[in-house]
DNA sequence: ACAGGTGAATGGTCAGACCATACATTGGTC
DNA sequence: GACCAATGTATGGTCTGACCATTCACCTGT
């Protein structure tokens, strides 16, 4: 941390820190430290301001950093659930990061799908060996919400969205499920694109035979084909990457 | 968007939005639409403010959270370079996001480790395939770092990180090189734990001794050998992982 | 042509006020 | 005593206006 010796005098310029980086320091020093954690309450924006001695808007801007991030959610009003508490929801930040670097052509459809395939091939293959009950019981309804009467693009793609999340999960890697949730969130509306030029409702019947595929080698205990079955179920879905 | 029919009055509470939320909204439809790329710069915050209606506070807030992820960078002074500039950062925003929820224990040191492994045995296996002459020189380049005389556990890692960079920049997916950037620097501190635990300075040869097979397997154009020698390396690293 | 001074535009910060929300408290009514 | 309405209060949300620090553009005098 200290200055290494030198010869001379070292005038390393003096990195301005604002305000509300230290505020978001402090905060991160006593999560790291353990004295802050999921479902604790933060004082309020006032109380805070006068603790570190700035002002209520440096506060605020570094609470929206950790809102940002998924680290914390504000409520108003009174009571024990009110103000600033900390959560665990890393899904929207990641895949508004992604959503928004794609935007900026930073990051290429191309290798975002390219990514989903080398983390969702994986999830599959995991998901084969261990899935439990519950897992595949909701597996089981994404698919069977693919079919029936009243079946739109729109309740399709959503139940396709949970078929993928519960895969995820059921791979019982948090950090998998999160990335796949945002991958698959930052290329949203291309799924439904997908689905259109495949033609509607032929499409539905297409791409729930892939579910089915992915499904049957996760009940059977087949990680190759589960690892398979998604990888072609992709390729299909967004052809050309 | 719009309500669907329904029998009756359907009363869903207003999502209050707050005016930052609309400011953020606004940016994210210039760059969605093209009219907003990396390099250009923001109108300022006092002119952004009066444009959407709203406060200068609430223009800020909309700022940090779009700095937090990596999308802008804001300087003062005056100048064409001043202001607010976009730009495609997103290495550091992510590792903030993985490093707070590993700290707040959503996600675990386990899933963290297992996740970079499935990414880094594909960028390695990919990095055989098709490194290009100036990815293979930085690569031999934090070898050629990791040994020699006033080596220090500090320089060691550096070049270790360097290292991992260049091999995931090599598999020529940015998705990918910029995971497997913030999943290391979220287990950075826990990397010197491993030269500390290895004992030093034996653990230097043996790490690099990793390292050179790595890199011959990708000089070499063994995808397989690659990915194995990734695997062993990481396995050896984070024991117990 | 050059050097220096000055102004202006930018972000960074603060103080103070007011509003909206939702719970806590109080007090009255039955 | 139980219930309910009115009031109080702590919370975040927003705005206004001011001032500072930094950096460059411009002007001015040599």
Redesign the pocket.
């Known amino acids: 941390m200290s200055t290494p010796p030198t010869d001379g005098p070292d005038w390393r310029p ?1 990195r ?7 505020v978001l320091a402090r905060i991160e020093e006593q999560i790291a430290a353990g004295r802050l954690k999921a479902g604790d ?9 006068e603790s570190l ?6 506060v ?2 570094a ?2 950093v950790l809102e940002a991030m998924g680290v914390l959610v ?11 508490v900390l959560v665990g929801r890393p899904a929207d930040a990641l895949a508004d990061i992604l959503r928004l670097h794609v935007g900026l052509a930073h990051f290429s459809l191309h290798d975002i799908v390219e990514t989903r395939r080398i983390v969702e091939t994986w999830a599959a293959r995991s998901a084969a060996e261990q899935a439990g009950p519950e897992h595949l019981a909701r597996l089981r309804d994404a698919v069977s919400r693919m079919a029936g009467p009243g079946l739109t693009p729109d309740r399709f793609n959503q139940a396709d969205a949970d078929f993928h999340l519960a895969l995820a999960e059921a791979s019982g890697n948090t950090v998998v499920a999160t990335l796949m949730h945002g991958l698959r969130d930052a290329v949203g509306r291309h799924a439904v694109e997908a689905v259109e030029r495949l033609g509607w409702p032929e499409s539905a019947a297409i791409l729930r035979a892939d579910h089915l595929r992915i499904l049957a080698a996760v009940e059977g205990g087949r990680p190759d084909d589960a690892a398979a079955a998604v990888r072609d179920h992709l390729a299909r879905s967004y052809p050309g990457h």
Chains 1, 2 share one sequence.
């Open positions: 003096v301005r820190v604002r305000a509300h980086e230290e309450r933060l004082p309020g924006e006032r109380q805070l301001a001695g700035v002002s209520r808007a440096s605020r801007e609470l929206r504000s409520t108003t009003g009174r009571g024990p659930d009110a103000g600033a």
